[in-house]
């Protein structure tokens, strides 16, 4: 484990220095900022919590009202990690927590919980107000380069700012709080730093991936239907010929490929076997409310009833408008035969198109355009119970550095804002010798 030497500037010792101001750091800092405790947040942007204001598109989906067997299960791994800390502070506890600071939130579909102004800035505003009135201290534009180690036990950061012009000042601290973030959307300052000071602090980083990320399609039938945005559809997952997921929602065709929902949330799953070179293909059920032999009788009526019609016009009454030249090209059916002339041979192509229109995956997006990233800090190097570190006394770790990531639909921010209170938490009563359950 690499020592790292002091820089010649110092500032004062602060008790508890929390690294990085996100939605992990800004509840770590409030919930560590006990009577006779100083905190300081060093956050590398000029404003804290850029990706928190974005969030839920705006509207910041800060938790999800799933029980704790749905909600860990909603973690590709980590759930397991995250239950001793979820048992002390959950998603009941999150919207107690911001209904007392001035942000209540209510429940939408699927569990989602928005604060009800439907503005996540007012969340980050109202997190802000709770630090400083607890009397944290924050140091923004202020990016760490190391953290300061000697004989495994912590003793600060080292950190730049723009006008320090190259010169590293060295902030002391009893106990340091790592809260960096993942590496995806880097212009909101959580380009992936936390990882390499957790590394050179010893900790083990299992391999880092876009998650939660839109997906690439060969050819170019996504960009033809551009914009296309399909409500209800099932998908299912088929990886090197076998179905490996099923799932049901909205999804999305943009000019490179497929996004939305039911795509994100199948995301990593994809992603991690696009790595290992297997074939990835998208299996979409146009009409997930019909079996087969419904959908056949539904054809047949439309077929009577509208026989008149040529099929480029009558498929508008099944598909959306531009799903319709795709169709009839895929299904070698002429857009200019009526549909009483249409063949049993053709309507059964139509029908097996319908329920299974297929779409081959070639890649994924990347880090700028990942809601989250999987992979990240080895999850057995630290303690499930308090967030420390098992390798570098003093040191803590939470939110999305952890190699932890979950669905969408508020289960990300819950777990950044539970870690973020163990950490916080366990770190003041270490040295306040109070209960952190209290
Ligand atoms: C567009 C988008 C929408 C999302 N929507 C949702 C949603 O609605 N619901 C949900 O549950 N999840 C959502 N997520 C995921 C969620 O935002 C993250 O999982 C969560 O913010 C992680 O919290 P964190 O505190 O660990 O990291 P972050 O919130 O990323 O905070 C890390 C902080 O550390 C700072 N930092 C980084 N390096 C340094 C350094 N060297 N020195 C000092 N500071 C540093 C960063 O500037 C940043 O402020 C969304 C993500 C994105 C990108």
Redesign the pocket.
């Known amino acids: 484990m690499p020592t790292i030497s002091k820089s010649n500037h110092q500032d004062k010792a602060v008790d508890i220095l929390i690294?990085?101001?996100?939605?992990?750091?800004?509840m770590a800092a409030g919930q560590a900022a006990s009577p006779g405790l100083s905190v300081c947040v060093?956050?590398?942007?000029e404003r804290?919590?850029?990706?928190?204001r974005?969030?839920?598109?705006g509207?910041?989906?800060?938790?999800n009202t799933a029980g704790l067997e749905d909600f860990t299960a909603a973690f590709d791994q980590g759930g397991k990690f995250l239950r001793p800390c979820f048992s002390r502070f959950f998603n009941q506890d999150l919207m107690r927590f911001f209904e007392a600071i001035g942000v209540p939130g209510r429940a939408e579909r699927g569990g989602r919980v928005f604060p009800d102004s439907q503005k996540g800035v007012d969340v980050v505003d109202a997190l802000l107000e709770w630090c400083r009135s607890r009397g944290v201290q924050f140091k923004t534009g202020?990016?760490?380069?190391s953290l300061v180690i000697e004989d495994r036990e912590i003793k600060g950061a080292v950190?730049r700012t723009a006008a320090s012009e190259g010169v590293d000042r060295f902030q002391p601290a009893r106990k340091v709080i790592l809260?960096?973030?993942?590496a995806?959307?880097p212009g909101?300052?959580?380009?992936g730093?936390?990882y390499r000071?957790a590394r050179e602090a010893g900790h083990g980083i299992n391999p880092l991936h876009p998650a939660?990320v839109p997906l690439q399609t060969s050819g170019k039938t996504a960009s033809r239907l551009q914009g296309l945005s399909l409500i209800n559809c099932g998908l299912r997952i088929f990886i090197d010929g076998k179905c490996a997921r099923t799932s049901f929602g909205e999804m999305l065709f943009t000019h490179y490929g497929v996004s939305g929902p039911i795509i994100l949330s199948s995301s990593s799953l994809v992603v991690k076997a696009l790595q290992a070179e297997k074939r990835v293909g998208l299996h979409i059920d146009l009409k997930p409310a019909l079996d087969h032999k419904q959908l056949d009788q539904r054809l047949q009526r439309d077929l009577v009833e509208r026989g008149k019609q040529v099929m480029s016009n009558l498929l508008r009454g099944l598909l959306p408008r531009k799903l319709v030249p795709v169709c009839l090209e895929q299904t070698e059916i002429p857009g200019d035969t009526t549909g009483n002339r249409l063949t049993a041979e053709e309507r059964k192509r139509l029908r097996l198109w319908l329920k299974d229109f297929q779409m081959d995956v070639c890649g994924h997006r990347g880090f700028e355009e990942?809601?989250?990233t999987g992979g990240g800090i080895r999850l057995k190097d630290v303690d499930p119970r308090t967030m420390s570190s098992k390798l570098v006394k003093d040191l803590y770790l939470?939110?999305?550095?952890l190699d932890i990531?979950?669905d969408?639909?508020?289960?990300?921010?819950?777990?950044?804002f539970s870690t973020?209170w163990s950490a916080g938490r366990h770190a003041a009563a270490s040295l306040a010798t109070c209960d952190p359950d209290k």
Not at 48 to 52: G, H, M, S, T, Y
Not at 408 to 416: V, W
């Open positions: 690294i990085g101001g996100g939605a992990a750091g800004l060093l956050e590398k942007m804290p919590a850029r990706k928190l974005i969030t839920g598109k509207r910041c989906n800060f938790t202020c990016s760490v380069a950190y809260t960096a973030g993942g995806s959307y909101t300052g959580s380009s730093d936390g000071l939660l990942a809601l989250v939470a939110g999305e550095v990531h979950g969408t639909g508020g289960y990300n921010l819950q777990a950044a973020g």
